[in-house]
């Protein structure tokens, strides 16, 4: 009853192409809580400029079993060291600029650093947890990202921001995937008739069937009455078929009302077609 799994590893590109650099990180925690981000999307590729603490057993303990992100960390004494091979940078920024700078929402800049990793590694940077980037760091990168989070409380946690990133990178994968191959990572799977759910949708006439089962029993415990009948089964009608009901389903609610015609001494209505209790619970078992 579930959807297949999404890839565990994500492509090539996106978990070493893409580097996460973080500048002078000052809490330990945070790089293992980035490295964690990084693992859950699918990223490796983790570069720390100078931290102040690295490694320790503070990070290794956030990193909650992503230990294999942090042990391939490449530590270096310097920006420009981090970023010297990239063909691409973007830097985190939530201040505005006296020059104003290429601005990019987080969707976009993953569209851009999955573009650009054709031509090399692309490097997307955070700075310091209480001041971020320099204005000569932001200076470096082609585009700023910009998390259009709450202005009333738009500050981040360095290793929520980065989840944000790699999150977006993470869908721009997966919506390639879709394109290319035709493959439903991304679809929803919400009623019968979606691929991956259990039990296909009741035909029209079982539904129907059900409806008169619903309306007899009602009649039999003196809920209804046909002769003044409201608008009560329309109501119900439009109630069930909004749901969706699966063949499956539909067994079991008429099973039920089977077992309210019993406890109520009265005969099953359409006993060739309705389903008995036992009989819905035998085929239930075989689906839940």
């Given at each position: 009853?579930?959807?297949?799994?999404?890839?565990?590893?994500?492509?090539?590109?996106?978990?070493?192409?893409?580097?996460?650099v973080?500048?002078?990180?000052s809490?330990?925690?945070?790089?293992?809580?980035?490295?964690?981000?990084?693992?859950?999307m699918?990223?490796?590729n983790?570069?720390?400029?100078?931290?102040?603490?690295?490694?320790?057993?503070?990070?290794?303990?956030?990193?909650?079993?992503?230990?294999?992100v942090?042990?391939?960390?490449?530590?270096?004494?310097?920006?420009?060291?981090?970023?010297?091979?990239?063909?691409?940078?973007?830097g985190?920024?939530?201040r505005?600029?006296?020059?104003?700078?290429p601005v990019i929402?987080?969707?976009?800049?993953?569209?851009?650093?999955?573009?650009?990793?054709?031509?090399?590694?692309?490097?997307?940077?955070?700075?310091?947890?209480?001041?971020?980037?320099?204005?000569?760091?932001l200076?470096?990168?082609?585009f700023?990202?910009h998390?259009?989070?709450n202005?009333?409380?738009?500050?981040?946690?360095?290793a929520?921001?980065?989840?944000?990133?790699?999150?977006?990178?993470?869908?721009?994968?997966?919506?390639?995937?879709?394109?290319?191959?035709?493959?439903?990572?991304l679809?929803?799977?919400?009623?019968?008739?979606?691929?991956?759910?259990?039990?296909a949708?009741?035909?029209?006439?079982?539904?129907?069937?059900?409806?008169?089962?619903?309306e007899q029993?009602?009649?039999?415990?003196?809920?209804?009455?046909?002769?003044?009948?409201?608008?009560?089964?329309?109501?119900?009608?439009?109630?069930f078929q909004r749901?969706?009901?699966?063949?499956?389903?539909?067994?079991?609610?008429?099973?039920?009302?089977?077992?309210?015609?019993?406890?109520a001494?009265k005969?099953?209505?359409?006993?060739?077609?309705?389903t008995?209790?036992?009989?819905?619970r035998?085929?239930?078992?075989?689906?839940?």
């Amino acid at each position: 009853m579930h959807k297949p799994a999404l890839p565990g590893e994500g492509s090539e590109l996106l978990s070493t192409r893409i580097r996460i650099v973080l500048v002078e990180t000052s809490h330990s925690g945070n790089i293992g809580a980035v490295a964690r981000a990084m693992k859950n999307m699918g990223l490796s590729n983790l570069w720390l400029v100078s931290p102040v603490s690295f490694p320790d057993e503070t990070s290794y303990a956030r990193s909650s079993g992503a230990a294999d992100v942090l042990d391939g960390a490449r530590v270096v004494s310097s920006l420009d060291e981090a970023l010297a091979d990239c063909v691409m940078v973007m830097g985190t920024s939530a201040r505005g600029r006296k020059v104003p700078w290429p601005v990019i929402p987080p969707p976009e800049a993953a569209r851009k650093a999955h573009e650009a990793t054709a031509g090399g590694d692309v490097a997307l940077v955070f700075g310091r947890e209480n001041s971020g980037l320099t204005n000569e760091e932001l200076q470096r990168c082609h585009f700023h990202i910009h998390i259009p989070s709450n202005p009333d409380y738009s500050s981040l946690n360095l290793a929520m921001a980065v989840q944000v990133l790699c999150y977006e990178l993470r869908m721009d994968y997966l919506r390639s995937l879709e394109e290319g191959e035709q493959r439903p990572y991304l679809g929803s799977m919400t009623a019968p008739g979606d691929e991956g759910w259990d039990v296909a949708p009741a035909p029209v006439r079982d539904v129907e069937g059900f409806f008169e089962h619903l309306e007899q029993v009602l009649v039999d415990v003196d809920f209804h009455r046909r002769d003044k009948p409201r608008q009560l089964m329309t109501r119900l009608r439009r109630l069930f078929q909004r749901a969706g009901l699966d063949q499956m389903e539909v067994n079991i609610l008429r099973g039920i009302l089977t077992a309210v015609q019993k406890a109520a001494g009265k005969p099953a209505a359409g006993a060739g077609e309705s389903t008995s209790p036992a009989a819905s619970r035998e085929q239930e078992d075989k689906h839940v």
